[in-house]
């Protein structure tokens, strides 16, 4: 048990010594932390039960549990709040086993997040879906899910039909043929030509009613598997998936699953089919649609197209046939989508139409975990300098650089090579990156500040960095003169270390929480509330320098019990920690 979970079970048997359901023993963690460590609020609602006054029944609990030798000191506020405060030996004990929860006994998981599409370069707004996909992917992982993350490409539309009549008509068909994935220069090569063709091909088919209907025509070949479409095609994929891997790698976002449109695409006719014997599917002015309201809706909700009246299929068609497949192949208790909070309503409709459809039971979940815009100073979604959409590769190179000039200013990574140096500054401006994104509530939209968020202070990644170093030098020279850490049995925690012991318990609750809600954002706060409280422990306490032994052994592994709670953290939130700055 977690130390709020073991104080829980002792209210709870209080509450049921007087008949009260155990559950109103619920303890938390304080929101007065001057007042009290932790607090118990179920004497008010067990009062209404009771028919009696909450000081009274706060009272009662107060003097079952005064006793307990876990408990230092319980005391009754306001209209019956319980106070709660813990022995320093009761402290002690949980701050050196804390074990991580264990929600699930390997039930499997999909997160779908990412969503690049193929034969473009990735830009900025695919940095939040990324991040925050494989940030839950890694918690879920952590406390006992088989967590599979999808990075569900685009890779099968006319946008692909676009782009390879564009290279047969201007006999470029080679450039793509002949490219040598075992080389990367050529590689790149054939990326840069497809991001610089790209759009000037879907520019001019926009604008040409012939061109489009040659490219909704190879589109269509590309989708039977003619050749030399397809050969085409999967080149493109290869060459586009090297580029993804490159900037996913960079970021330290992982992906279990390289799964794209395609892969579903021969699942579609038969799911169709049924859908239409079934009478889920009707017709509704030349289309195939499959309607989602219900009679208790407030609003109107559309139908979702399965097949437009010419023939085509929409992503509603391709979502459903991955859920198909991804049920067929996985048989996952949950999937979760990690994308932009402005397709809820597109997520709505799937839902209901492979619930209807009896596609997904009862019984396994779907959830939209939407995800809000990254903004520039003018609030809207952020734009280069001259208006255009940044790539990606270009932004964490930016941070990069700008983490350089920080480590400068902080005369930080002086003695390194210059290798050393741009390593350290890379680590420092994704853990910039990616802290700044994920410490705001995941559906909330924020503004992109490069200046703030490479800073060494304040609550940024380098802040934490900076942290985590610190502590990792004080050990080293601790080793270096000699110095123990303290073992199990002598082990003790002193009433000005109690504040850091605190925060140190608490990691399993708020991973409980983060599952919960799928909110990594309360994850940045609790490592930025240990590192801001380490930081006045550092301040405020000697430890190299104190004269009792067992104090500073003690002291010492406290540092190294904070050193091991932020690096779970980090490895939970993809950032990589220096040994040294």
């Known amino acids: 048990m977690s130390i709020i979970e ?83 030996e009761f402290l002690t004990k949980y701050v050196q086993d804390v074990q991580l929860p264990k929600l699930s006994e390997g039930e499997t998981v999909i997160l779908d997040y990412g969503g690049p599409n193929i034969a473009k370069p990735m830009h900025v707004g695919h940095l939040r879906t990324g991040i925050i996909g494989d940030t839950l992917r890694r918690i879920l992982d952590k406390v006992g899910f088989h967590a599979l993350g999808d990075v569900h490409m685009g890779d099968w539309g006319t946008h692909m039909g676009m782009l390879m009549m564009d290279y047969i008509r201007t006999s470029d068909e080679s450039i793509v043929m ?15 030509d497809m991001a610089e063709r790209y759009p000037k091909a879907s520019g001019a088919a926009k604008e040409n009613p012939e061109l489009m209907q040659e490219a909704r025509a190879a589109t269509v070949k590309l989708q039977n598997k003619e050749e030399p479409f397809l050969s085409m095609w999967q080149k493109i994929r290869d060459v586009s998936i090297r580029a993804m891997e490159r900037n996913y790698g960079l970021l330290n976002v992982r992906f279990d699953l390289w799964k794209g449109e ?30 989602v309201e219900r009679n208790d809706d407030k609003k109107k909700y ?32 949950r999937i979760i989508y990690i994308v932009d909070q402005r397709q809820s309503l597109h997520f709505e409709q799937l839902f209901r139409a492979v619930r ?13 975990a939407g995800v809000g815009t990254m903004n520039g100073t003018d609030g809207k979604p952020f734009k280069t300098r ?29 003695d390194m090579s210059e290798e050393e140096r741009e390593k350290i500054a890379l680590q420092v401006g994704v853990a910039a990156l990616k802290f700044a994104d994920l410490q705001n509530q995941r559906h909330a939209d924020y503004i992109f500040d490069l200046d703030r968020m490479t800073n060494f202070e304040g609550k940024t990644g380098p802040y934490l960095l900076y942290q985590a170093v610190r502590i990792k030098s004080l050990l080293r020279k601790a080793a270096e003169q000699g110095l123990n850490i303290a073992d199990d049995a002598s082990f003790s925690i002193h009433e000005e270390e109690r504040a850091l012991a605190l925060l140190l318990t608490a990691l399993p609750d708020v991973l409980t929480l983060a599952v919960r809600n799928y909110t990594p954002h309360v994850l940045c706060d609790y490592v930025y509330n240990l590192a801001q409280t380490f930081s006045s422990f550092y301040g405020n306490c000697h430890i190299l320098s104190e ?32 040994e040294r700055m």
């Not at 579609?268 to 499959?290: H, N, S, T, Y």
């Not at 459809?357 to 939209?368: A, G, P």
């Not at 091991?564 to 990589?576: A, K, N, P, T, Y």
């Open 6 to 88: 073991e104080l829980s079970d002792i209210f709870g048997e209080a509450f049921k010594s007087l008949d009260l359901p155990r559950e109103l023993g619920n303890v938390r963690t304080s929101d007065r932390p001057e007042m009290a460590e932790f607090q118990c609020n179920g004497a008010m609602p067990a009062a209404k039960q009771a028919g009696k006054n909450p000081r009274e029944i706060a009272q009662a609990i107060v003097e079952h549990v005064q006793d307990h030798p876990n408990l230092k000191d319980v005391s009754i506020a306001g209209p019956g709040f319980i106070n709660i405060f813990v022995t320093n």
């Open 178 to 192: 002949d490219c040598n994935l075992e080389d990367a220069d050529a590689v790149q090569t054939l990326f840069d």
């Open 262 to 291: 395609a892969d579903v695409h021969d699942l579609i006719a038969p799911m169709a089919e049924r859908l239409k014997q079934k009478g889920f599917a009707v017709q509704d002015d030349g289309a195939w649609v499959i309607p």
């Open 302 to 333: 559309p139908p979702l197209i399965l097949y437009k009246s010419d023939g085509g299929v929409m992503y509603g068609t391709t979502d459903m046939a991955t859920i198909v497949e991804r049920i067929n192949l996985y048989d996952p208790s």
């Open 356 to 368: 209807v459809s009896n596609i997904v039971r009862d019984d396994i979940e779907l959830t939209f």
């Open 386 to 414: 001259a208006g255009g959409v940044m790539r990606l590769s270009d932004m964490i190179e930016m941070a990069q650089s700008k983490a350089l000039e920080r480590l400068n200013e902080a005369h930080l990574a002086q």
């Open 547 to 578: 004269e009792n032994e067992n104090v500073r052994s003690s002291r010492l592994k406290l540092c190294n019990l904070t050193l091991e709670r932020l690096e779970q953290v980090f490895e939970l939130l993809g950032i990589e920690c220096p």
